[in-house]
């Protein structure tokens, strides 16, 4: 990416404009800046247009009344980070143009969902062009057995791995280990800023679905966890087209977009 030249508006009043009309329709931050990038060749991440909308919101307007899920995200702006820094974390804002695009295959989200009790946890991993899913469980949410999972189900997917975004879990420390074994990079997105991994988060939501809020994770098995991962796998989508993520994944050259 071009860095700005001295002095000169990252963004310009006329792309703000767009923003504003978009936002004002309903729109999503994510499907703004994907639209902008995909039709006028125009970078404007979620968290600069978040970023916009709060600053709206302090000045009196009125752009905020128009996001989804609003108590969320007023609770994520300005909140403090408990759960301190990891080590060489690379920020979301680092990560290549190309995988907002989603014009290739291999660019992966991650996530860990909690059992009951924090009794073990669902290793998560979500393809962004195809929304393909991986899942495996452990007994315990540590970095170690989650970066184990993590490159059990990612190895023998050589070639469709570039890139992987995560939160900023401890669960996920061994981050530089895990990109040094595939060879791809991994990212950070901003914390409490769950819409930045948004295909991830409304995977999980899908998942929760087989395995609700009070599953014991240590007790799921790994052939569980993949035939959850097939149902999601086999199951057409709108927004492939209503191909199915496998057919996407393994079979299927369209370019597709969200």
Not at 7 to 33: C, F, M, N, T
Request: with cysteine.
């Amino acid at each position: 990416m071009q860095r700005r030249a001295q002095g000169k508006p990252r963004i310009g009043a006329e792309s703000w404009a767009v923003v504003e009309e978009k936002l004002r329709q309903d729109w999503s931050p994510e499907q703004i800046s994907g639209w902008l990038q995909k039709n006028h060749n125009v970078q404007v991440s979620h968290e600069w247009i978040y970023q916009h909308v709060l600053a709206d919101k302090r000045a009196g307007g009125d752009l905020s009344s128009h996001l989804r899920c609003q108590k969320k995200r007023r609770k994520r702006y300005g909140k403090p980070d408990y759960r301190g820094k990891l080590p060489n974390r690379v920020s979301i804002e680092e990560r290549p143009a190309i995988v907002e695009q989603r014009e290739r295959l291999g660019d992966w989200e991650a996530d860990t969902l909690i059992g009951k009790g924090r009794r073990g946890a669902l290793v998560s991993l979500v393809e962004r062009k195809s929304r393909f899913t991986l899942l495996q469980p452990v007994d315990q949410c540590l970095a170690n057995l989650v970066s184990q999972a993590m490159l059990s189900l990612l190895e023998p997917l050589a070639g469709k791995v570039f890139t992987i975004t995560g939160d900023n879990g401890k669960e996920f420390a061994n981050h530089a280990q895990i990109a040094a074994v595939l060879k791809i990079a991994f990212y950070f997105a901003h914390p409490y800023s769950a819409w930045e991994r948004g295909t991830n988060e409304n995977t999980n939501g899908l998942i929760r679905q087989y395995f609700p809020k009070n599953t014991n994770f240590s007790d799921t098995t790994f052939k569980e966890a993949l035939a959850v991962a097939d149902k999601l796998n086999q199951r057409p989508r709108k927004c492939l087209d209503f191909l199915t993520p496998f057919e996407v994944f393994y079979l299927s050259s369209v370019a597709l977009t969200s």
